[in-house]
């Protein structure tokens, strides 16, 4: 069983920064992709950027130049830096990732219960 969860979410002003972290524990024998996702109130939940196990990554538009995601192998842990924060990135920040469990096993998606960040003056 994989359990992800996820930390650093809240209250920032236009412009501002945030650092979410995103924490993979249980059984992990090889963790393929870790991405973020968010949901604003009333919309579909959306990709923001994605990170594959040889480094390459993948940025929504709306967030290219801004937002960085980053990964810390032996902490199984995922990181998503946000600068030059905007009030339409007000959302609930999620992380995802495919994570093979166990040697011959199939990978599979696991997600975080989601963070709250508000970007408002």
């Known amino acids: 069983q994989v359990q992800l969860v996820e930390s650093g979410g809240g209250l920032v002003q236009p412009g501002g920064s945030l650092r979410l972290s995103c924490g993979a524990s249980?059984?992990?024998?090889?963790?393929?992709?870790m991405a973020w996702y968010r949901q604003a109130l009333g919309k579909q939940r959306e990709l923001v950027a994605l990170?594959?196990?040889?480094?390459?990554?993948k940025y929504a538009d709306s967030v290219k130049g801004r937002f960085t995601i980053s990964r810390d192998s032996a902490k199984n842990t995922v990181y998503l830096q946000m600068n030059s924060l905007k009030p339409e990135d007000t959302a609930v920040y999620y992380c995802?990732?495919?994570?093979?469990?166990?040697?011959?096993?199939?990978?599979?998606?696991?997600w975080g219960q989601g963070t709250q960040v508000t970007v408002s003056s």
């Open positions: 995802n990732g495919r994570i093979q469990q166990k040697p011959l096993g199939r990978p599979s998606d696991s």
């Open positions: 249980g059984s992990i024998f090889r963790i393929y992709v």
């Open positions: 990170i594959a196990d040889g480094g390459g990554t």
